[in-house]
């Protein structure tokens, strides 16, 4: 079985996920030219927690490279099932909700704060995390992502 970062649909995401950011924002998701394969590798492994999720109704998500796996406490099985809004505790939805109704309209933020939870309980506080729109290939909204290196557990 191939790891996750090795199959196509993984791979062809995260050149989804790196195409977006730098359409939304002129920033690279990793700094140097890779292959995508290679590329999808890095991320998966990168110092930083990334998270995407879908175009569902109540989006569920779909992505979530080592850093996010641990943080949420989550096997890639129970993440990728996981609705997105699930992330953060019921009082802090609300706000969240908001957040990505910004989002969708303007493309991106990049100074996101908020709290958020782990599978097991575990709050923690993210900060300064840039939050964009994924758009496909052929150019049809793709879900929405975010990305982050300040988290503080409380």
């Known amino acids: ?18 195409r977006s950011l730098k359409k939304w ?20 492994h990168a110092p930083f927690v990334l998270v995407s999720h879908g175009t ?18 989550m096997s ?7 609705p997105s809004r699930l992330t953060a505790e019921a009082p ?3 706000e969240r909700a ?3 109704a910004t989002v969708a309209q303007l493309g991106f933020i990049d100074d996101y704060s908020g ?3 782990s599978k097991t309980g575990r709050r923690f506080r993210i900060a300064q995390a840039a939050v964009w729109n994924l758009v496909s290939v052929t150019g049809q909204p793709a879900g929405q992502a975010a990305m982050f290196s300040h988290r503080e557990y409380l």
């Not at 079985?1 to 790196?18: D, V």
């Not at 920033?27 to 590798?41: I, N, S, T």
């Not at 890639?76 to 996981?82: F, P, V, Y």
């Open 1 to 18: 079985m191939n790891a996750i970062w090795q199959t196509e649909p993984i791979i062809a995401h995260t050149q989804i996920l790196a």
């Open 25 to 44: 924002t002129g920033r690279e998701l990793l700094a140097g030219k890779y292959l995508p394969a290679e590329q999808a590798e890095k991320v998966f």
């Open 56 to 73: 569902e109704a109540d989006p569920v998500l779909n992505y979530g490279n080592a850093a996010a796996l641990a943080l949420w406490e």
């Open 76 to 82: 890639w099985a129970e993440l990728t099932r996981t």
């Open 92 to 94: 802090n939805r609300e």
């Open 98 to 100: 908001r957040l990505l």
């Open 115 to 117: 709290i958020r939870i």
